[in-house]
């Protein structure tokens, strides 16, 4: 027996590929089939079952593809209805692959079909536990993601979950290893771990939400508290698992077409196709495709792609490093952006070669920043991180932005006035600004550099300014 986390840190996900004897089970597998085919061939191993922990909200599944391509089964538990067809299991069942049994327990809480996958092995001893969503490292899933799919508050599903948690997986021995879907980083959660996986044991003592003593009534409560809205594109990418979607592989042949300068500048001129550049953020700012928004490979991509671009029918060609193209097809594939029509032949470096019209964003660090604000306290600045960050410390006199919701906002600032964005490090803000830049805010400089460093400057630094974006 063989159990292998394939974990992608864009996504904080982890599949999971599991072998016995000849047969294999991939657990949560993302939406590219060749990490579970790969390991199938080199290990000699036969596909056996798809097992799906519930309708993921945070990505596209690769379930409907690998089933395609190996006849294996899709397994869902209890309630989970889909167009496709699939394999609806009951709580207890039993699966068999090779010598070992994956018994299924329905959790639900994180939503109503919410399914944890017991791993026996040959001796049936209980060795470790595939939780999805349902237990985290540190956390649990939040209980409010599918409650507009059905009349359930989410309380109720707090309530599930609590259910769940203290029926199925608490009285478990202290040894099984649990494995979740998800480590920090994903809004899946509120604060989870960048552990990936533990001793259910070891979460007994630390988990909050496992301690023994705590009520129904404190666990609905600690939960539910603090909340964000998810990210919107959450529901559309639910409704894709329940309803299936298009082979990954035709959006790559689609999607990673390499365009001479003619045909992008072409795309680039239509106001229904997206620019996006993909780059590091220095590289960006020195100089980019007129339009262009910039969100880069290299950091949490998918997620502030479905949270930052609302319609995933939207088209869109890329400005790529060389060599990561296909990547960037692949990354947007994996939330349900399935219409990319190519990227730019020779990426940037060839845009500037033929000649073409580029745009740049005014950039400073901090120890600049830092200058100006002393002179001038009236100075405008747009503070684009997460109501946590800022709740925690802000300049005193900013204004909160939160990158996150900037398309709900966009009236609470004006195009003629000058600002100063920053967040954390840069990254963000240069996000931001592509934003502002392209729908006409032309006077914004941003800042590069860490937020530590602005505190220690000697700025007037608060905790409690009220937040114009919640």
């Given at each position: 027996?063989?159990?292998?986390?394939?974990?992608?840190?864009?996504?904080?996900?982890?599949?999971?590929?599991?072998?016995?004897?000849?047969?294999?089970?991939?657990?949560?597998?993302?939406?590219?089939?060749?990490?579970?085919?790969?390991?199938?061939?080199?290990?000699?191993?036969?596909?056996?079952?798809?097992?799906?922990?519930?309708?993921?909200?945070?990505?596209?599944?690769?379930?409907?593809?690998?089933?395609?391509?190996?006849?294996?089964?899709?397994?869902?538990?209890?309630?989970?209805?889909?167009?496709?067809?699939?394999?609806?299991?009951?709580?207890?069942?039993?699966?068999?692959?090779?010598?070992?049994?994956?018994?299924?327990?329905?959790?639900?809480?994180?939503?109503?079909?919410?399914?944890?996958?017991?791993?026996?092995?040959?001796?049936?001893?209980?060795?470790?536990?595939?939780?999805?969503?349902?237990?985290?490292?540190?956390?649990?899933?939040?209980?409010?993601?599918?409650?507009?799919?059905?009349?359930?508050?989410?309380?109720?599903?707090?309530?599930?979950?609590?259910?769940?948690?203290?029926?199925?997986?608490?009285?478990?021995?202290?040894?099984?290893?649990?494995?979740?879907?998800?480590?920090?980083?994903?809004?899946?959660?509120?604060?989870?771990?960048?552990?990936?996986?533990?001793?259910?044991?070891?979460?007994?003592?630390?988990?909050?939400?496992?301690?023994?003593?705590?009520?129904?009534?404190?666990?609905?409560?600690?939960?539910?508290?603090?909340?964000?809205?998810?990210?919107?594109?959450?529901?559309?990418?639910?409704?894709?698992?329940?309803?299936?979607?298009?082979?990954?592989?035709?959006?790559?042949?689609?999607?990673?077409?390499?365009?001479?300068?003619?045909?992008?500048?072409?795309?680039?001129?239509?106001?229904?196709?997206?620019?996006?550049?993909?780059?590091?953020?220095?590289?960006?700012?020195?100089?980019?495709?007129?339009?262009?928004?910039?969100?880069?490979?290299?950091?949490?991509?998918?997620?502030?792609?479905?949270?930052?671009?609302?319609?995933?029918?939207?088209?869109?060609?890329?400005?790529?490093?060389?060599?990561?193209?296909?990547?960037?097809?692949?990354?947007?594939?994996?939330?349900?952006?399935?219409?990319?029509?190519?990227?730019?032949?020779?990426?940037?470096?060839?845009?500037?070669?033929?000649?073409?019209?580029?745009?740049?964003?005014?950039?400073?660090?901090?120890?600049?920043?830092?200058?100006?604000?002393?002179?001038?306290?009236?100075?405008?600045?747009?503070?684009?991180?997460?109501?946590g960050e800022w709740e925690a410390s802000h300049i005193s006199t900013a204004q909160h932005f939160a990158l996150d919701y900037i398309n709900d906002h966009m009236s609470e600032i004006s195009p003629t006035k000058e600002y100063y964005i920053h967040c954390m490090s840069g990254n963000r803000s240069t996000i931001a600004a592509s934003i502002l830049k392209a729908r006409g805010y032309n006077h914004l400089i941003n800042v590069?550099?860490?937020?530590?460093?602005?505190?220690?400057?000697?700025?007037?630094?608060?905790?409690?300014?009220?937040?114009?974006?919640?």
């Amino acid at each position: 027996m063989n159990i292998e986390q394939i974990y992608t840190g864009c996504l904080a996900q982890g599949a999971y590929f599991i072998e016995s004897d000849g047969e294999a089970a991939v657990i949560d597998p993302l939406r590219e089939t060749a990490p579970y085919l790969d390991r199938a061939k080199r290990k000699n191993v036969k596909i056996k079952y798809i097992f799906e922990t519930h309708f993921h909200a945070d990505f596209v599944s690769g379930h409907l593809d690998l089933a395609n391509k190996t006849g294996a089964t899709i397994i869902y538990g209890p309630k989970a209805k889909t167009a496709f067809e699939k394999h609806e299991s009951f709580d207890g069942e039993e699966f068999k692959v090779g010598k070992i049994t994956i018994r299924v327990l329905h959790t639900p809480g994180h939503t109503p079909e919410s399914t944890c996958y017991l791993l026996l092995d040959e001796n049936g001893k209980e060795k470790a536990i595939f939780t999805g969503d349902t237990l985290f490292i540190g956390d649990v899933g939040r209980p409010d993601l599918a409650q507009k799919a059905t009349d359930l508050t989410k309380e109720d599903l707090a309530g599930w979950l609590f259910d769940s948690l203290r029926t199925k997986i608490m009285p478990l021995p202290d040894d099984v290893t649990v494995y979740p879907a998800h480590g920090a980083g994903s809004a899946c959660g509120k604060n989870m771990s960048s552990e990936t996986w533990d001793s259910l044991g070891h979460q007994k003592k630390t988990n909050y939400a496992l301690r023994a003593d705590m009520t129904r009534e404190e666990f609905i409560k600690e939960v539910t508290d603090g909340l964000l809205p998810p990210p919107q594109y959450f529901a559309k990418n639910a409704a894709l698992n329940k309803s299936g979607i298009s082979s990954v592989d035709e959006v790559m042949a689609r999607g990673a077409r390499a365009l001479n300068v003619k045909e992008f500048e072409v795309l680039a001129d239509d106001d229904d196709i997206l620019v996006l550049d993909v780059r590091d953020k220095v590289s960006f700012v020195k100089g980019f495709v007129p339009g262009s928004i910039y969100i880069s490979l290299d950091g949490s991509f998918a997620p502030w792609v479905g949270s930052l671009i609302p319609d995933l029918k939207q088209k869109i060609i890329l400005v790529t490093p060389e060599g990561r193209e296909e990547e960037a097809v692949k990354r947007l594939a994996r939330v349900g952006y399935d219409h990319s029509l190519g990227y730019l032949q020779g990426g940037y470096k060839s845009w500037v070669e033929a000649g073409k019209k580029v745009e740049t964003i005014e950039t400073i660090d901090v120890a600049e920043f830092v200058k100006v604000r002393t002179k001038d306290e009236s100075i405008n600045i747009l503070d684009v991180r997460k109501p946590g960050e800022w709740e925690a410390s802000h300049i005193s006199t900013a204004q909160h932005f939160a990158l996150d919701y900037i398309n709900d906002h966009m009236s609470e600032i004006s195009p003629t006035k000058e600002y100063y964005i920053h967040c954390m490090s840069g990254n963000r803000s240069t996000i931001a600004a592509s934003i502002l830049k392209a729908r006409g805010y032309n006077h914004l400089i941003n800042v590069h550099g860490p937020f530590d460093d602005i505190k220690e400057s000697g700025l007037s630094i608060s905790g409690s300014c009220p937040s114009l974006v919640k």
